[in-house]
């Protein structure tokens, strides 16, 4: 079985591309990426490299030869127009090639009346699979926990917290832990065929004041909760490109929009996910 995965360089496809040759022969995984000069580590390391675009549909087409699994790690971006465009190009390369199985990237902001600007598409995923005979398997994200490690300084400078969400809870998991789910479900069977979402979160979720107490320990530095409004959000970060699009998304977390909570994690993988102070402090300390 030959399986390919989509944003090959980034953080999550290289982490599922690894979880991938625990289990798998090399030569039997495909690495898809938007410029092969940026890959160097991966041909230099036995994998076969092709390029895409995924806003050019012959380049899928191209490149999906010879697949029967395919990853689907979606592009940055926060235009769900590109984004359902892509997705779109995606599913007609995988008919052209005759690909019949798909493990796809979701998000825990896909509720119909969730704020977040990319809610849409994560709620379009799901029901355009669904309208297809594929064999597929969902994994749906939740918060990354790895932001958190270089946002640190800046929490102890600021002595806080300042996400806009309120009281609400937040759920997160690591990427390490996201690419082993998501490399497990492409080579479980069962799972693959399941047509099902699989929410991937730790085995609780937090409160900024539970999260600041977890930090303050780790660190030794007082990180408390001083949340801004989701208008200061987006000027405070306005400057990093995306201060307005994480301001929607942490709108929804004070909605109750990111704190769900699964197990499905440990059925994936037979292990728990780690947990949040043991992450921040094999992070943070090395």
Do not use: C, W
């Amino acid at each position: 079985m030959r399986i390919a995965v989509t944003g090959a360089t980034g953080h999550l496809g290289s982490k599922t591309i690894e979880e991938l040759s625990k289990n798998m022969k090399k030569e039997n995984i495909i690495a898809l990426i938007h410029n092969k000069n940026h890959a160097q580590n991966l041909i230099e390391n036995g994998y076969q490299v092709r390029e895409i675009d995924f806003q050019k549909a012959e380049t899928l087409n191209k490149a999906f030869a010879g697949i029967d699994t395919l990853i689907y790690v979606a592009s940055k971006t926060y235009s769900v127009f590109d984004r359902v465009r892509e997705l779109e190009n995606v599913l007609a390369a995988m008919k052209e090639n005759n690909i019949k199985n798909i493990v796809a990237m979701s998000f825990i902001a896909d509720q119909e009346d969730n704020p977040f600007v990319m809610s849409p598409f994560y709620g379009y995923l799901p029901r355009r699979l669904a309208g297809t005979n594929l064999n597929y398997a969902i994994a749906k994200n939740s918060l990354y926990a790895d932001p958190l490690i270089p946002y640190l300084p800046e929490l102890i400078e600021r002595k806080g917290l300042i996400y806009p969400v309120g009281n609400q809870k937040m759920s997160f998991i690591s990427i390490e832990d996201s690419a082993e789910a998501m490399a497990k479900m492409a080579i479980n069977n069962e799972i693959l065929k399941s047509r099902k979402m699989y929410l991937l979160t730790q085995s609780r979720s937090y409160t900024m004041l539970e999260l600041g107490k977890i930090m303050t320990k780790v660190t030794g530095h007082e990180i408390g909760y001083h949340p801004v409004s989701v208008e200061e959000f987006g000027k405070i970060y306005a400057s990093e490109g995306d201060g307005n699009e994480l301001a929607s998304m942490y709108a929804g977390g004070a909605m109750g929009y990111l704190h769900g909570l699964s197990d499905d994690f440990a059925h994936i993988t037979g292990h728990e996910p780690e947990s949040m102070e043991h992450f921040l402090m094999r992070k943070y300390q090395n």
